[in-house]
Structure formats: structure tokens, C-alpha cells
Nanobody, 126 residues
Framework: QVQLVESGGALVQTGGSLRLSCAAS????????MGWFRQAPGLEREFVAS???????????DYAESVKGRFTISRDNAKNTVSLQMNSLKPEDTAVYYC????????????????WGQGTQVTVPS
């Protein structure tokens, strides 16, 4: 069982930066693939970024095209945390951001993530 708690959401102006954090419980945090998703009002939840383990290359990150080059996902296994650094924020980044954990080494969609946080609101006014 993994419990996730997000923090760091706020209102930030266009072009600004924000760092979201997710604290995870459990002693096997390093074994989980971690992801960030977001959901804007009236829209479906969408993938933002993930960080997963590969025996060949270690931890590696994937990003949605819409955030590539602006967002960076990272994890600290010693502290059981995963973070999302968001730069050059745009109004279309406005959403509730969710942290998620998957026991799969290659989660392909939100359905592959078993554990979810409660979400944190990010607002970028237009």
C-alpha cells in the first residue's frame, strides 16, 4: 500500500515557475514507477510526466509533448518524494495535478497506476 500526498500548488503568473512535491509512504518506494497527471475542468485526466526504472539505464523520464522542455520530474528515494519542476507556465497548464504510483515498470496509461494522491491545484491566469 502506498499513500501519496501532493503539495506546492498555487496561483502563478504566465511565464512563472512552480515546484510540486509528492510525499509517499511505504518502504518500497524505489520500486514504483511514479507519474504526474493533471485534469482541467471539463477535460479528462492527462499524462504529464513519469519517472521509471530501467535495468539498462537506471531511472529515466518521459514527458507529454505539451510540457517537454518546460517541466522536469525527479525523485529522491531516500526521502520518498517525487517532484515536478514547472517552468514557463502557461494558462493551459491550469489544472489539478495528481501524483501517482505504479508497480509496473512500464505503465502505459493512468489505468496502470494503482495509487493516487488527492491532487493540488495549479492556476495560471490568462
Amino acid at each position: 500500500q502506498v499513500q501519496l500526498v501532493e503539495s506546492g500548488g498555487a496561483l502563478v503568473q504566465t511565464g512563472g515557475s512552480l515546484r510540486l512535491s509528492c510525499a509517499a509512504s511505504g518502504r518500497t518506494f524505489s520500486r514504483y514507477s511514479m507519474g504526474w497527471f493533471r485534469q482541467a475542468p471539463g477535460l479528462e485526466r492527462e499524462f504529464v510526466a513519469s519517472i521509471r526504472w530501467s535495468s539498462a539505464i537506471g531511472y529515466y523520464a518521459d514527458y507529454a509533448e505539451s510540457v517537454k522542455g518546460r517541466f522536469t520530474i525527479s525523485r529522491d528515494n531516500a526521502k520518498n518524494t517525487v517532484s515536478l519542476q514547472m517552468n514557463s507556465l502557461k494558462p493551459e497548464d491550469t489544472a489539478v495535478y495528481y501524483c501517482a504510483a505504479s508497480s509496473s515498470s512500464y505503465p502505459r496509461s493512468a489505468n496502470d497506476y494503482s495509487y493516487w494522491g488527492q491532487g493540488t491545484q495549479v492556476t495560471v491566469p490568462s
